[in-house]
Nanobody
Framework: QVQLVESGGGSVQAGGSLGLSCAAS????????VGWFRQTPGKEREGVAV???????TYAGSVKGRFTLSKDNAKNSLYLQMNSLNTEDTGMYYC???????????????WGQGTQVTVSS
């Protein structure tokens, strides 16, 4: 059974940084895409950054240059370093795993419970 557990969320002022972690289990990292998504109340969930089994990373345009996704296959962990945060980055951040490496939430199979990120002005 695939399990994804996020950690590292919190509150920060605009311009600050936060790092998120996702501990994964129950699957082989070489078989799955993994990624980060976020959702704000009243809005649809959106893709933030995803990485393919071969290491190809795709970022949403809104975070490119500010966020960095990385993974540690040995630890089966995924990370998201978020810099230059702004209020529009506020939301619940979810770790996901699936077979299709797209920034489209509906194609992803497994989801964590999420970790809240709040950016204040």
């Amino acid at each position: 059974q695939v399990q994804l557990v996020e950690s590292g969320g919190g509150s920060v002022q605009a311009g600050g940084s936060l790092g998120l972690s996702c501990a994964a289990s129950g699957y082989t990292s070489s078989d799955y895409c993994v990624g980060w998504f976020r959702q704000t109340p009243g809005k649809e969930r959106e893709g933030v950054a995803v990485i393919s089994p071969s290491g190809i990373i795709t970022y949403a345009g809104s975070v490119k240059g500010r966020f960095t996704l990385s993974k540690d296959n040995a630890k089966n962990s995924l990370y998201l370093q978020m810099n230059s945060l702004n209020t529009e980055d506020t939301g619940m951040y979810y770790c996901a795993a699936g077979r299709s490496c797209q920034l489209v939430p509906r194609v992803w199979t497994y989801w964590g419970q999420g970790t809240q990120v709040t950016v204040s002005s």
